[in-house]
């Protein structure tokens, strides 16, 4: 099935016809799945817009070989900017990069831990975005791992869906107006994270206001 679950939200006007179609969902990273949404909503990405295109990937690679002469490695690029975590130089002063000691990262879950029942989590651009229908926004959510979490037997994934959702959600009302209630969202787990660790966990997001 396309949706793992169902979440349509409907707007109807005075004369009782469907004006709105409101999704906010987990969807798979399927191309046959999402070009069959795609040519159901317009705005979700279809089998043609859901990868990096040739400029794009050879941008992301000159960008991560960039990072990592000043980053020891792209996990500490991203508790560094996005989870503003501290970082020590590593190596000689004439070829030291940034490394985020694990007694920062424990420090910063022990502070997640005290204060929340879920995770600390960034909602930032994605500046590799794909070739995504005009109109739509390409995220990607990350998530700073409390390092307990139980992992998903099928689909390996260490956050639940419901925290997703409810992240995304509580992400884009910070962003967006807060009298704007109709936006529209769907994820997916990614196929192929640059990214892989026991630290950080990320999904990619499509929205709309």
């Known amino acids: 099935k396309i949706f793992s679950d169902l979440y349509l939200y409907t707007f109807h006007n005075d004369n009782n016809l469907l004006e709105e179609i409101m999704i906010r969902q987990k969807i798979s990273s399927n191309p046959e799945s999402m070009q069959e949404l795609h040519l159901k909503y317009g705005w979700i990405p279809g089998a043609e817009s859901i990868r990096p295109n040739t400029a794009i990937k050879e941008k992301k690679n000159n960008y991560i070989t960039n990072m990592l002469n000043r980053y020891v490695s792209l996990q500490d690029l991203v508790l560094h900017r996005f989870f503003g975590l501290q970082f020590a130089l590593q190596g000689d002063?004439?070829?030291?990069?940034?490394?985020?000691?694990?007694?920062?990262?424990?420090?910063?879950?022990?502070?997640?831990?005290?204060?929340?029942?879920?995770?600390?989590?960034?909602?930032?651009?994605?500046?590799?975005?794909?070739?995504?229908?005009?109109?739509?926004?390409?995220?990607?959510?990350?998530?700073?791992?409390?390092?307990?979490?139980?992992?998903?037997?099928?689909?390996?994934?260490?956050?639940?869906?419901?925290?997703?959702?409810?992240?995304?959600?509580?992400?884009?009302?910070?962003?967006?107006?807060?009298?704007?209630?109709?936006?529209?969202?769907v994820w997916y787990l990614n196929p192929k994270p640059t990214i892989i660790s026991d630290v950080l966990y990320h999904v990619q997001v499509f929205w709309i206001p």
């Open 93 to 185: 002063w004439t070829n030291s990069r940034m490394h985020v000691p694990d007694t920062e990262i424990s420090s910063a879950r022990l502070t997640v831990a005290k204060n929340s029942k879920t995770h600390e989590f960034r909602f930032v651009p994605n500046s590799f975005s794909y070739e995504v229908p005009t109109g739509t926004n390409h995220y990607v959510l990350w998530f700073l791992l409390n390092g307990n979490e139980n992992i998903d037997p099928i689909t390996h994934s260490p956050i639940t869906d419901d925290e997703i959702n409810s992240s995304i959600e509580q992400a884009l009302r910070q962003l967006l107006d807060s009298n704007n209630n109709k936006f529209s969202f």
